[in-house]
């Protein structure tokens, strides 16, 4: 958001129906999507794609409540994501045992009053200190609460974890909540309130706040804030609203399993960080990609989470800020209105680079295809297809080619880097004398 | 119950051991460029993979050599071409850099050996018992295990505090811009030092593959306890690591051992509470089922009691 828009937003009036429109028509637009969307892609398969990603963006928001809030690196964040899942069930389970009055769709306020009280208890251990000793201790306490999940085998059921029946629970307005439908509205009203939430939670002092203890401990301290009472806070926010995620999971899988929730730490610190971390939507779009790429991507190859990791380093090395943090970088561009050097020399100088680039990629998506064959599934023999080209992993072809296409790719790629930079230059240069002339 | 002690000592010395090859190079990775590797446990799992594929081809003690020189030239051109570039980003980068990184070599080694554990066996020379305790065996090549690792251990402690390279390596963990106006190449030592730390890592997987099993998760499993014991340890301090290895790899084997619980301990009183609840659950657990909570239990308390480990001197 440019210093324009902000001031924008401070000054608008209640009456003012432009500053509400602009203040409010964002989160509008979302809900219609949201409400729209299931009527677009009207699949099964895609309204249950839908339910994972709208988890997966609450999720993976609330986690950027540490990590790009207030920088605590959380490699344990699964716990209370888990732990309100679990309690989702065993209260749902009550809840149909004993026929008590309560809705599914208030089932996630279970999940995240747990995910609150854990996040009280353990982040009052865990947030006295910053940076990597935060990150062991999420790290020993995700340990912790996984291997005692074997043990604790009353709550958390041991290896075949618990299930339930989302359909028993008492019915308002006749929701049977049993068709996937259903339960997407349920997780896409539960995923439009808490983004709301926790994006007006960013505007707020405190959300100012966290952002100052992960730049500057210090001089916080200084202001007169604690930064261990502003980390706790931000810690157990984050809990309460993973554990909200957790409940919409309990719900929509109808069971919870310890070393499944296990695994999410990675997948969700993965999620918000290929996203960008910088920006609120960069998490949004990281639990979106991550969830596609879960459901699709493992149908096409077996080795996807490589491909996963790969991408994963790629954007740590390369570009750090994330996905939104590439976006992000042209926004002065737009708003000086340098749109000429933008769409007559940036995107074209991008797209150049872009084809090599490719050509690169499926040379070493074929090299690593090609090997996967060869080395583990030689029982199945060499022929394999790739992008529904045929051909023999162990032909001399195939080799050749895979080569050609990745070090031309790349060789080729290095050389438009010369013009992309060239461009963005020149991109530069027009956004400053746009700004000189409207000063 | 004297053999039982004798021979989970050993045990535990001998994981203990194993455990400070892994944490020496770890921690003194960690002191020198503040980046804890989350990788470190997945080039422990390249060296026994490694050392099993070449001990196909060659035998085992050419892959004995050969494995851990490779693994650390894999590591040292990771510090060069990987974590140098990330270094101007950040801490957090180098850290989700290695984590990545981890996630990248479990999913190769499956790739290339499969997730079923592989076939690393005890070479012929060193399978013989070695000993009798009363009643039990004790196998040879874990003497070989623990005898290698106490050689390591001193020829490392001798490099550290007795040449010129290991004066160098140790004003660089402090001062690195006064050892870089010296006249030193620090990233270079950078290099050198993340290329013996996995190579060590490496001895350890070359070894312990055979013992324990050479699968593709070993790295998943043991990663954690090594952050343990260098945290528990001290971070930065290689004595402290040292402690807490032995501590770890005494008190994990000894555990394993123990089968009683609280209800045991309450058997005379006849008090049981009711089956199905947490506090059941929690009175008829056995001290080996906890044994692999009891390194995270240490860790948290220690980080809640002592944030500077055993014998470190630095707030982790």
């Given at each position: 958001m440019t210093d324009a828009a902000k001031i924008g937003m401070r000054t608008a009036q209640p009456a003012d129906w432009l500053g509400m429109a602009r203040r409010y028509g964002a989160w509008l637009l979302l809900?219609?999507?949201?409400?729209?969307?299931?009527?677009?892609?009207?699949?099964?398969?895609?309204?249950?794609?839908?339910?994972?990603?709208?988890?997966?963006?609450?999720?993976?928001?609330?986690?950027?409540?540490?990590?790009?809030?207030?920088?605590?690196?959380?490699?344990?964040?699964?716990?209370?994501?888990?732990?309100?899942?679990?309690?989702?069930?065993?209260?749902?389970?009550?809840?149909?045992?004993?026929?008590?009055?309560?809705?599914?769709?208030?089932?996630?306020?279970?999940?995240?009053?747990?995910?609150?009280?854990?996040?009280?208890?353990?982040?009052?251990?865990?947030?006295?200190?910053?940076?990597?000793?935060?990150?062991?201790?999420?790290?020993?306490?995700?340990?912790?609460?996984?291997?005692?999940?074997?043990?604790?085998?009353?709550?958390?059921?041991?290896?075949?974890?618990?299930?339930?029946?989302?359909?028993?629970?008492?019915?308002?307005?006749?929701?049977?909540?049993?068709?996937?439908?259903?339960?997407?509205?349920?997780?896409?009203?539960?995923?439009?309130?808490?983004?709301?939430?926790?994006?007006?939670?960013?505007?707020?002092?405190?959300?100012?706040?966290?952002?100052?203890?992960?730049?500057?401990?210090?001089?916080?301290?200084?202001?007169?804030?604690?930064?261990?009472?502003?980390?706790?806070?931000?810690?157990?926010?984050?809990?309460?609203?993973?554990?909200?995620?957790?409940?919409?999971?309990?719900?929509?899988?109808?069971?919870?399993?310890?070393?499944?929730?296990?695994?999410?730490?990675?997948?969700?610190?993965?999620?918000?960080?290929?996203?960008?971390?910088?920006?609120?939507?960069?998490?949004?779009?990281?639990?979106?990609?991550?969830?596609?790429?879960?459901?699709?991507?493992?149908?096409?190859?077996?080795?996807?989470?490589?491909?996963?990791?790969?991408?994963?380093?790629?954007?740590?090395?390369?570009?750090?800020?994330?996905?939104?943090?590439?976006?992000?970088?042209?926004?002065?561009?737009?708003?000086?209105?340098?749109?000429?050097?933008?769409?007559?020399?940036?995107?074209p100088a991008y797209l150049l680079a872009l084809i090599p680039g490719l050509m690169a990629l499926v040379g070493l998506i074929l090299v690593i295809e090609m090997t996967f064959r060869l080395m583990v599934k030689a029982s199945e023999g060499t022929r394999m297809s790739f992008f529904g080209v045929p051909l023999d992993a162990a032909g001399a072809a195939a080799w050749i080619a895979a080569a050609v296409m990745l070090v031309g790719g790349f060789y080729l790629f290095r050389r438009t880097w010369p013009f992309v930079a060239d461009a963005w230059q020149h991109a530069h240069g027009e956004m400053q004398r746009a700004r000189r002339s409207a000063a | 119950m004297l053999e039982l002690v004798i021979i989970s000592t050993l045990n535990g010395v001998l994981y203990g051991m194993l455990l400070f090859l892994m944490a020496s190079g770890l921690t003194l990775i960690f002191s020198m460029m503040g980046v804890l590797n989350f990788a470190h446990a997945s080039f422990y799992m390249l060296g026994a993979f490694f050392g099993f594929q070449i001990s196909q081809w060659l035998g085992f003690w050419p892959a004995f050599v050969v494995a851990p020189v490779l693994v650390g030239a894999i590591g040292a051109l990771v510090e060069r071409y990987g974590l140098r570039n990330v270094h101007r980003h950040g801490h957090v980068a180098e850290l989700l850099f290695t984590f990545g990184l981890a996630f990248v070599i479990e999913e190769v080694v499956q790739m290339i050996w499969g997730k079923v554990p592989v076939d690393y066996r005890v070479p012929p020379s060193l399978d013989f018992s070695a000993f009798t305790v009363f009643t039990t065996t004790y196998p040879a090549y874990k003497m070989f295990e623990l005898l290698t690792a106490i050689a390591i251990f001193a020829v490392l402690l001798a490099v550290l505090t007795k040449t010129r390279v290991g004066l160098i390596i140790q004003a660089a963990l402090t001062h690195p811009n006064m050892v870089a106006m010296l006249g030193h190449n620090v990233p270079r030592v950078f290099m050198l030092v993340f290329g013996v730390g996995t190579g060590l890592a490496a001895v350890a997987g070359v070894i312990a593959g055979p013992a324990f099993v050479t699968q593709s998760n070993m790295a998943a499993v043991l990663g954690p306890i090594l952050f343990v014991v260098i945290v528990v340890g001290g971070l930065g301090s290689l004595s402290g690591a040292f402690v807490a290895s032995l501590l770890i790899g005494l008190v994990q084997t000894f555990a394993v051992s123990v089968n009683y619980s609280v209800s045991d301990l309450f058997a005379g009183i006849g008090f049981s509470p009711a089956s199905g609840t947490i506090l059941h659950d929690l009175w008829e657990v056995t001290l080996a089922q906890i044994a692999p909570i009891i390194p995270y239990l240490m860790l948290v308390l220690i980080l809640i009691f002592r944030p500077t480990g055993l014998l470190g001197k630095r707030e982790t």
């Open positions: 809900a219609a999507a949201f409400a729209v969307l299931p009527k677009i892609f009207a699949s099964g398969t895609a309204h249950t794609m839908m339910s994972l990603m709208g988890i997966m963006i609450v999720f993976a928001l609330s986690y950027n409540m540490l990590l790009g809030e207030t920088g605590l690196l959380s490699f344990g964040h699964a716990v209370y994501y888990g732990l309100g899942g679990f309690l989702a069930v065993h209260a749902m389970n009550t809840v149909a045992r004993d026929a008590l009055p309560v809705p599914v769709f208030l089932i996630p306020l279970v999940g995240g009053f747990s995910g609150l009280l854990f996040g009280i208890v353990f982040g009052s251990v865990s947030t006295r200190r910053g940076g990597t000793a935060f990150a062991m201790i999420s790290l020993g306490l995700g340990e912790l609460v996984a291997s005692s999940s074997l043990i604790l085998r009353s709550f958390f059921g041991g290896e075949e974890g618990f299930s339930t029946n989302r359909t028993k629970l008492f019915r308002v307005f006749d929701l049977s909540f049993g068709p996937q439908l259903q339960v997407y509205y349920l997780i896409a009203a539960w995923c439009l309130i808490c983004m709301v939430a926790m994006y007006a939670l960013t505007r707020t002092p405190f959300g100012r706040m966290c952002n100052a203890v992960r730049d500057n401990p210090e001089r916080a301290q200084f202001v007169g804030y604690n930064p261990y009472m502003v980390r706790f806070i931000a810690f157990c926010l984050a809990g309460l609203f993973a554990g909200i995620a957790g409940g919409p999971a309990a719900i929509n899988f109808e069971l919870v399993n310890a070393s499944v929730v296990a695994a999410q730490s990675g997948t969700v610190l993965l999620a918000a960080y290929v996203g960008g971390i910088g920006n609120f939507i960069g998490p949004v779009i990281g639990a979106i990609l991550v969830t596609y790429l879960q459901v699709m991507l493992s149908d096409v190859t077996e080795i996807w989470q490589l491909y996963f990791g790969l991408l994963f380093i790629g954007m740590v090395m390369f570009a750090p800020g994330g996905i939104a943090g590439l976006i992000f970088m042209h926004e002065p561009l737009w708003h000086a209105g340098a749109y000429r050097a933008l769409f007559g020399r940036l995107i | -």
